[in-house]
């Protein structure tokens, strides 16, 4: 995938940018970058124009500035995302998030509705983290600050797909691998406390005005299938597609598929 960069806010932000027609931008999730969506991409640049950024810090982005980091939260991302898409002229898009891009998503859903043509959320959840889970996010961002990243990726990778021993799931946990290790330590631990901070949306979603899209893996361990049901209850105008054969990471474990239920979706959000 051939990749573009814009300055936004003193940033370099890397993406690629594949395609014309309506914009459709795919965020990643943690500790990942733009290649968890390259299925979809590929999938649907004949009739989408399909932007997918690596957030500051992640894959070839840059990090998020020099010793000033006080604004990395998913409030800041998504100001930040609303300030790179203005730039590439990509308002109103349909923004879709995978997991902590779909925490981004939601924020920018409240804070930008005009903006949005229609959302996808993909293996994610409303609800802000328990006291369990921000106690989690702590010691993960201590020990990626101590260890590096590699501890943590070993840690997160087991619950990340679904149980699976077949070939093509080897290949994909090799991939997958591939990408967690390239995100910096100090990026993991950062984001870390921004997911520990981030707003309990759960509320907000019944005034989600667009079309929506809840994608989840049939086997999703971190943000189970009844996550989703949650949101499809509460937003007014929603769509749950549940992939079988996949987990947390469903574009990536199954790409035809959710490419396919992304198709079906689109066009009540916009005509390519
Ligand atoms: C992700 O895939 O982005 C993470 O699992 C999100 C999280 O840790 O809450």
């Not at 090799?174 to 520990?196: N, Q, V, Y």
Request: charged letters at 20%; aromatic letters at 6%; proline letters at 8%.
């Amino acid at each position: 995938m051939s990749m573009d960069t814009a300055t936004i806010n003193d940033v370099r932000w890397t993406y690629s940018e594949q395609g014309s027609g309506p914009a459709l931008v795919l965020l990643h999730g943690f500790p990942l970058d733009h290649r968890v969506w390259a299925g979809q991409v590929a999938g649907l640049c004949d009739q989408y124009r399909v932007i997918a950024p690596d957030f500051p810090g992640f894959g070839q982005s840059q990090h998020p500035g020099g010793g000033n980091v006080s604004s990395f939260t998913m409030k800041s991302l998504a100001a930040d995302l609303h300030d790179f898409l203005d730039h590439l002229r990509a308002l109103p898009c349909v923004l879709g998030g995978l997991s902590m891009g779909g925490y981004v998503a939601l924020a920018f859903s409240r804070e930008y509705p005009a903006d949005l043509a229609g959302l996808i959320l993909a293996d994610t959840r409303a609800q802000g983290d328990t006291a369990e889970g921000r106690d989690g996010r702590e010691k993960m961002a201590a020990i990626a600050r101590k260890d590096g990243n590699r501890p943590i990726v070993e840690m997160m990778l087991p619950r990340m797909t679904a149980p699976d021993a077949s070939r093509d799931s080897v290949q994909v946990v090799k991939h997958l691998r591939e990408i967690m290790r390239d995100c910096p330590a100090e990026t993991i631990a950062l984001a870390c406390e921004a997911m520990s901070q981030r707003d309990d949306q759960s509320t907000a979603l019944a005034s989600i005005p667009v079309p929506t899209l809840i994608l989840v893996g049939e086997e999703d361990q971190i943000t189970p299938p009844a996550l989703a049901e949650f949101m499809q209850t509460q937003i007014p105008r929603a769509t749950l597609a549940v992939i079988p054969s996949a987990g947390h990471m469903a574009p990536l474990e199954q790409p035809d598929s959710v490419t396919q239920a992304l198709l079906a979706f689109l066009p009540q959000c916009c005509t390519p």
